[in-house]
C-alpha cells in the first residue's frame, strides 16, 4: 500500500490516506478529516502508469 496526500475540502488541512490497489483502479470512499472531522468524499483513480489521481470533495456536494 502506498500513502497519498489531499488537502480537506473544508478546512483545507493535509491529511493522509492509504492507497489499496486491490480494491480496484477506480475507488470512491468517505474519509474523515484528521483536524476538523468533517467527512471528505474521496476519488481515487490509479493510472496504467501506477499514478494515483485523487479528488476530495464536501462529502453534500458530490
Same mark, same amino acid.
Given at each position: 500500500?502506498?500513502?497519498?496526500?489531499?488537502?480537506?475540502? !473544508?478546512?483545507?488541512?493535509?491529511?493522509?490516506? !492509504?492507497? &489499496?490497489?486491490?480494491?480496484?483502479?477506480?475507488?470512491? !470512499? *468517505?474519509? &474523515?478529516?484528521?483536524?476538523?472531522?468533517?467527512?471528505?468524499?474521496? *476519488?481515487?483513480?490509479? @493510472? &496504467?502508469?501506477? @499514478?494515483?489521481?485523487?479528488? $476530495? $470533495?464536501? @462529502?453534500?456536494? $458530490?
Amino acid at each position: 500500500m502506498r500513502r497519498v496526500t489531499y488537502s480537506c475540502a !473544508f478546512c483545507g488541512e493535509d491529511n493522509e490516506v !492509504f492507497v &489499496d490497489p486491490s480494491g480496484g483502479r477506480r475507488q470512491v !470512499f *468517505t474519509e &474523515d478529516c484528521t483536524v476538523c472531522c468533517r467527512p471528505n468524499l474521496i *476519488t481515487l483513480t490509479i @493510472e &496504467d502508469d501506477g @499514478e494515483v489521481l485523487l479528488d $476530495a $470533495a464536501q @462529502e453534500y456536494e $458530490a
